[in-house]
C-alpha cells in the first residue's frame, strides 16, 4: 500500500473490554513498531518485530498489552481489560530496514477512549 | 537507556524570523538523528535527519546540526511560515533500542 494503514482509527471502549488494534505497514517492510502517544506527549515505545519475530517488548506497560506479528506482516496489538490510562493514540511505524537507526513511517494511529 | 531532552517545550516566533530547537540526549553511542514534526490530530512525519559522521544537513529552509562532544543536535527552520505551526520531536538512535522520542516543542509561527 501506499502508506502505513492502521484500524480502527478511533475507538471507544468500555473499562474491562478487551481491544484489538490492527496495523497493516508499508509492503515489503521488515521492520514494524508500536507506540503509544498520550496526550501532548511524545510517542512512547512499546514493541518491535522484525519480519515475524518480535525483538523487543521492553515498552509493553504491563501483561494486558500483547502484540503480534504471525506472518511478518499485518500486526495486531491487543488489550485486554482495558483500563482508562490506556486511553491514548497508538502508533504503528514500519521500516524498510533491519538496521532500526533508520527512517521509519508512522501510520495515522489507532485513537483509543476507555470509559 | 536513552534519556532524552528537548528544548525550549513551547516556542512562539513572528513569520519569517527564525526558530531554534535544541535536544539533548545521554547515549554516546547514538549515530543518528532525526527530527519528526507531527500536526495536531496527524501522524510524526520525518522531515529532517542527520548521521553521526556529518555535523550539518540543510533542506531549504530546515537545518539540523550535531554537536557529538556536547551531546546534542537542533533543529533550525529559517523564515518561518504559518504552515510551520506543529509540535517538533527529536528522536536520538541510541543503539540497539528502537527511536525514543523526546517529549516534543510546541512550535506557533505568528502571521
Known amino acids: 500500500g501506499a502508506g502505513v494503514s492502521q484500524s480502527p482509527r478511533y475507538k471507544v471502549a468500555k473499562r474491562g473490554q478487551d481491544v484489538a488494534l490492527r496495523c497493516d505497514p508499508i509492503s515489503g517492510h521488515v521492520s514494524l513498531f508500536w507506540y503509544q502517544q498520550a496526550l501532548g506527549q511524545g510517542p512512547e515505545f512499546l514493541t518491535y518485530?522484525?519480519?515475524?519475530?518480535?525483538?523487543?517488548k521492553s515498552g509493553l506497560p504491563s501483561d494486558r498489552f500483547f502484540a503480534e506479528r504471525p506472518e511478518g506482516s499485518v500486526s495486531t496489538l491487543k488489550i485486554q481489560r482495558t483500563q482508562q490510562e490506556d486511553s491514548a493514540v497508538y502508533l504503528c511505524?514500519?521500516?524498510?530496514?533491519?538496521?532500526?537507526?533508520?527512517?521509519?513511517?508512522f501510520g495515522e494511529g489507532s485513537w483509543l477512549t476507555v470509559v | 537507556g536513552e534519556n532524552v531532552e528537548q528544548h525550549p517545550s513551547t516556542l512562539s516566533v513572528q513569520e519569517g524570523d527564525s526558530a531554534v530547537i535544541k535536544c539533548t540526549y545521554s547515549?554516546?553511542?547514538?549515530?543518528?538523528f532525526p527530527w519528526y514534526k507531527q500536526e495536531l490530530g496527524k501522524r510524526p512525519q520525518l522531515i529532517i535527519d542527520i548521521r553521526s559522521n556529518v555535523g550539518e544537513k540543510k533542506d531549504q529552509r530546515i537545518a539540523v546540526t550535531l554537536n557529538k562532544t556536547a551531546k546534542h543536535f537542533s533543529l533550525h527552520i529559517t523564515e518561518t511560515q504559518p504552515e510551520d505551526s506543529a509540535v517538533y520531536f527529536c528522536a536520538p538512535f541510541g543503539g540497539n533500542t528502537p527511536l525514543v522520542f523526546g517529549k516534543g516543542t510546541r512550535l506557533s509561527v505568528i502571521a
Open positions: 511505524a514500519s521500516s524498510f530496514s533491519k538496521d532500526i537507526g533508520n527512517t521509519i513511517y
Open positions: 547515549d554516546s553511542a547514538s549515530n543518528y
Open positions: 518485530f522484525q519480519n515475524e519475530a518480535q525483538l523487543d
